[in-house]
Structures are given as C-alpha cells and as structure tokens.
C-alpha cells in the first residue's frame, strides 16, 4: 500500500515485546507484560483484520547482524516465548530495528508512516515510562496523531508508567484508552482522524 503524502491512515506500533527478558528489569517487567500481552493479542488480531499495518520497532539485544526474523527466533528460543508466540509477527507484518529508547531515533519509522500514508499511531507494548513515552513524544513533534492503548503497555514501575500515561495525554495530547475502544474497522475513511 503506497499511499504517500495522504496521512488520514492509522497504524499499530508494537513497540519492544519481540523481548528475550534476560535483562536487568526482566522479574519487575514479566508480571506486567503477561498481563499486557492477551490484550495487545486481540488488538493486533483487529488490527490485521482491519487491514490496519502493525509495525513491530524492536531493540535488537545488541545483535547488529541479525534481522528481524532472527531477533524473533531468539526471543522465542528462551523461557518467556509464551510472551512472544500469541503476538508474534506474521508475514504482513513490518518490522523496524531501533537502537535506543524511541522507535523514530535513527530509524525509517517516519518515511514508512509517510509511505504507508499514516498520520496516527497506536501505540503499545513496553516500556510505558520509557520507550512508549519517548515514541510518544517523538511521534507528537513529528505531527502525528498518538493514542495509547493503557491496557497494551508493560511497565517496570507502575507508579512511573502511570505517570507517563498522563504526561503523553497532558504534554502531547496523546489519547489514553483502553485497547478495546480503539476501533480499527474504518480506519482508513478520510474523516477517521483518531480511531474511534
């Protein structure tokens, strides 16, 4: 789908769930993630029904010579791939390597929005107070249109993702809700600015 230039079209940005979860955080992070992981499940599912593009922007654990399906095929090698296989990418969807916090910061995130004729992004997976805040964030300067889905975003402090959640609604104007109201049927309709 080449739609450059129009920007009424919606996206889902997975953000960071392809997770090996060997990391420091991984024991504060899996609890929250397990509860994230059926909800963001149906949402993806919607998404791809919809024929709405679920974007995966992923770290790469340090592999600088993997590609995605590698990074996928990793992730799900280790104790936690029951995290990963009910959300794991199929072969529509697109995948974005990152480096750091945001999934903009040095990637073709945004000439893919632009490509794809996407001017609002669903954001979810983890972390909320840090890469989903810094992609918040990112995304608001660019000019997009954010939501996040509350439900679909892991947290490693609950106090500090909650914090972010209302940072993005009052710094960014993102729009917080829950995954189930975010409605991706008519997505694509020139009129849906925001996913109702």
């Not at 993997?66 to 996928?72: A, M, N, W």
């Not at 995304?139 to 939501?147: D, S």
């Not at 914090?163 to 409605?183: F, Q, S, W």
Request: net charge negative.
């Amino acid at each position: 789908m080449d739609r450059s230039g129009e920007t009424t079209g919606l996206a889902l940005v997975v953000i960071d769930m392809i997770n090996t979860y060997d990391h420091e955080d991984a024991d504060l992070l899996v609890p929250s993630a397990r509860q994230v992981v059926p909800v963001l499940a149906d949402l993806i599912g919607r998404a791809r029904r919809a024929d709405v593009p679920v974007i995966y922007a992923n770290d790469n654990f340090g592999r600088w010579r993997s590609h995605h399906g590698e990074l996928v095929e990793t992730a799900l090698a280790r104790p936690h791939a029951d995290l990963i296989e009910p959300i794991r990418p199929d072969d529509d969807s697109l995948f974005v390597v990152k480096a750091r916090h945001s999934v903009f910061h040095e990637t073709p995130l945004s000439y893919l929005l632009w490509r794809l004729g996407v001017g609002h992004v669903v954001l979810s997976g983890q972390v909320t107070e840090q890469c989903v805040l810094y992609s918040a964030l990112d995304a608001h300067i660019r000019h997009l249109r954010v939501t996040v889905a509350d439900d679909a975003v892991a947290t490693i402090h609950p106090h500090l993702g909650a914090a972010a959640l209302e940072m993005m609604e009052r710094n960014m104007g993102a729009r917080i809700v829950p995954a189930e109201k975010i409605d991706f049927s008519d997505a694509d309709e020139p009129g849906n600015r925001d996913g109702r």
